[in-house]
C-alpha cells in the first residue's frame, strides 16, 4: 500500500503499478549510462595554464601587496637581524653607601640591633643578622655601646664590628 501525497489518500500496489514503477526506474537508469558513456571527456573545458614570466609574477604579487625577494636577499636579511648590534654603553650605576651609627643599650638583643640594621639599610634581613649571631653563639657577648657600620660591609664584618669577635 501506497499514500498518495498529492490527495492524502492511499493507493493499493498492484501489478500494474510496480510494472510502471520498475520501468521508469529501468528508463532512467538506461538514459544516464547512455550520456555517461557517449560523451567525451573533451566536453569540459577547462582553461589551458598561463605561462607567466618571472616578471609578470613578480609584478603580480607586488599589485597584491606582497613583497617578492630572491633566496640570496632573504639571507642577508636573516643575516642582519642575527648580527648582534652595539648597544649603548651603560651609564655606571653610583652605588648608595649607607652609614649608620648603632648605638646599643642595656636589655637590646640581637634581634633588636637586626632590626635597628635594617631600618638603616645596612642589611636586608633582620632575620640573617639573627642567625649569624646565634651560629657564631654571641647572643651574650652584645655590650652597650655606639657602633659604627655601613652598607658595604658584610654581614660578617658588621657582626665582628658590633661585638668584636
Same mark, same amino acid.
Request: net charge negative; with cysteine; charged share 30%.
Given at each position: ?7 492524502? =489518500? ?27 558513456? +557517449? +560523451? ?29 625577494? +630572491?633566496?640570496?636577499?632573504? $639571507? ?12 649603548? =654603553? ?8 649607607f652609614k649608620t651609627v648603632i648605638n646599643v643599650v642595656s636589655g637590646m638583643t640581637s634581634i633588636?640591633? #637586626? ?21 657564631? $653563639? ?6 652597650? #655601646? ?13 657582626? $665582628?664590628?658590633?661585638? #668584636?669577635?
Amino acid at each position: 500500500m501506497l499514500l498518495n501525497s498529492q490527495k492524502g =489518500e492511499v493507493v493499493k500496489m498492484t501489478a500494474q503499478v510496480l510494472r510502471s514503477f520498475a520501468l521508469g526506474i529501468i528508463v532512467a537508469t538506461i538514459t544516464c549510462g547512455t550520456v555517461y558513456y +557517449t +560523451t567525451k571527456d573533451e566536453v569540459v573545458k577547462q582553461p589551458k595554464p598561463v605561462e607567466l614570466t618571472t616578471d609578470q609574477l613578480k609584478a603580480k604579487l607586488t599589485e597584491q601587496g606582497y613583497v617578492v625577494q +630572491t633566496e640570496d636577499e632573504y $639571507k642577508e636579511q636573516l643575516a642582519l637581524i642575527d648580527t648582534p648590534k652595539e648597544e649603548p =654603553e651603560k651609564p655606571v650605576e653610583e652605588k648608595v653607601v649607607f652609614k649608620t651609627v648603632i648605638n646599643v643599650v642595656s636589655g637590646m638583643t640581637s634581634i633588636d640591633v #637586626g632590626e635597628s640594621l635594617a631600618k638603616a639599610g645596612i642589611i636586608d634581613k633582620p632575620i640573617d643578622f639573627f642567625k649569624l649571631v646565634e651560629k657564631r $653563639k654571641l647572643e651574650q657577648a652584645l655590650r652597650p #655601646g655606639s657602633y659604627e657600620v655601613n652598607s658595604e660591609m658584610s654581614l660578617e664584618e658588621v657582626v $665582628k664590628a658590633i661585638y #668584636g669577635k
